[in-house]
């Protein structure tokens, strides 16, 4: 029922664009947190950025200046906007809900998605 999908990773040069996107059921759209996270091997999942159902945004501050988190309401589509990519961007990226807002840690994200591979060549 919360099962998320994104789409929109691929191999992009430094300083190169990339939007990545989120569908999420109606019912998770309507009552969750949308957040991105991004994981690199052997690392935990870090929180990116998360948007309330009011429009509230987050970012953490390696990416602020640079990506946008969005929502359409219409299609119950959640957006990671990623401009002036840097090689440190490179990782999975994963969508993922839940119900309490700016929760950093992964554990309080009831929904994910299966991740997108962003990678950022120098």
């Known amino acids: 029922q919360g099962d998320l999908v994104e789409s929109g990773g691929g191999l992009v040069q430094a300083g190169g664009s990339l939007r990545l996107s989120c569908a999420a059921p109606e019912h998770t759209f309507n009552n969750y947190v949308m957040a991105w996270f991004r994981q690199v091997s052997g690392k935990e999942r870090e929180l990116v950025a998360a948007?309330?159902?009011?429009?509230?945004?987050y970012y953490v501050d390696s990416v602020k200046g640079r990506f946008t988190i969005s929502r359409n309401d219409a299609k119950n589509m959640v957006y990671l906007q990623m401009n002036s990519l840097k090689p440190e961007d490179t990782a999975i990226y994963y969508c993922a809900a839940s119900a309490v807002w700016l929760a950093v840690s992964s554990e309080r994200y009831n929904y994910w998605g299966q991740g997108t591979q962003v990678t950022v060549s120098s």
């Open positions: 948007i309330r159902l009011i429009g509230t945004t």
